[in-house]
Every structure is written in C-alpha cells, then in structure tokens.
C-alpha cells in the first residue's frame, strides 16, 4: 500500500503546488532539490535501517502517510516543504524493500515477490490514480491529500497489529 501511495504522489505536487500559490517558474527548482533530497536520503540508507530496526519499512510508509495528512491540514504556501518527506521515502523505499526482501526471502522466491509488488503497485496506481484525479477535480487536492493520509495511517496500523501478532505467536 504505501508503494502505491509513494508511486502516486508525483502527479499530486503541480495541483498542490498550484492551490498553494506557487508559480510555475519556480518548479524547476522545487524539483532539483527534490531530487536531492531523495539522494541524500538513499545515500543514507545504512543509518536509517540502523536506527529504525525492526520496522524500517513501517517508518517509510509513515513518512509517507505524515507527509500526506500535513500536505491535506495546512494548505498554506510552504506546505509544499511537507513534499520533502515523500522525497525521503523516494530515496530510502527501494532500498529498504530490497534489503528486507534479500535477507527474508529466499532466493528461489525473490523474483517472484518483486514482480508481484511491481504489479500490485501498478494495477493499484491504475484503479487508483483517476479515482483521486477525479475527487481532486471535484473537491480540492488538500481533502484528497488529508484522505490519503488516514487511510495510509489506518493500513499501517493494521499491518503492525499483524506483525506484533505474528511475532508473538513465534514466541
């Protein structure tokens, strides 16, 4: 879920953005530091799964969620600023699924699960996209925005109670 929501986000930054009052000249330059901000972060991969160990990736996907609810409450100019912890998780995501599906998968299944969360990711953006387009077009992108940010917080806790669950049953 929270691959598909990081898939979706681009196509959310030029009508945030837009609502927000930014001009359109000012993009190219949101977009680099954008982009270096992700680099950044996956330059930085070791130090956050070093410190966010054993929930890595329920820390990316709350990044994530965080990100939409404060782009959904604050519809102010530098809300665009709140885009930088999608970026975050722009750069630490792969990573991160890549060392959890290395070390816990075996490698008879690795590609298989990889092309399976390519594909769930894809038929998700598919159903998913013009759903949010279209309540984007008849509301405003900040409800959407907020929307995503419950239902991404929702889903991650129900996935965590699924983890604790299963963890203590190996016990």
């Not at 600023?81 to 750069?91: S, V």
């Amino acid at each position: 879920m929270t691959f598909i929501f990081m898939r979706m986000a681009y196509p959310f930054y030029q009508p945030h953005m837009q609502a927000t009052g930014i001009d359109v000249k000012y993009f190219g330059v949101i977009f680099f530091a954008f982009n270096l901000v992700a680099g950044f972060s996956a330059k930085r991969i070791d130090f956050f799964i070093e410190k966010t160990k054993p929930y890595s990736m329920l820390c990316v996907g709350g990044l994530v969620a965080i990100s939409y609810l404060l782009l959904g409450l604050f519809p102010v100019l530098i809300s665009f600023t709140f885009i930088f912890l999608q970026q975050i998780t722009r750069g630490l995501g792969n990573p991160v699924f890549s060392k959890y599906i290395n070390k816990n998968i075996p490698s008879d299944y690795r590609a298989t699960i990889i092309s399976f969360n390519s594909l769930i990711g894809n038929v998700g953006v598919i159903i998913l996209q013009p759903v949010f387009g279209y309540l984007i077009d008849k509301y405003s992108v900040f409800p959407v925005e907020l929307g995503i940010g419950v239902l991404m917080m929702m889903c991650l806790g129900m996935i965590e109670i699924f983890v604790k669950r299963n963890q203590m049953k190996d016990l």
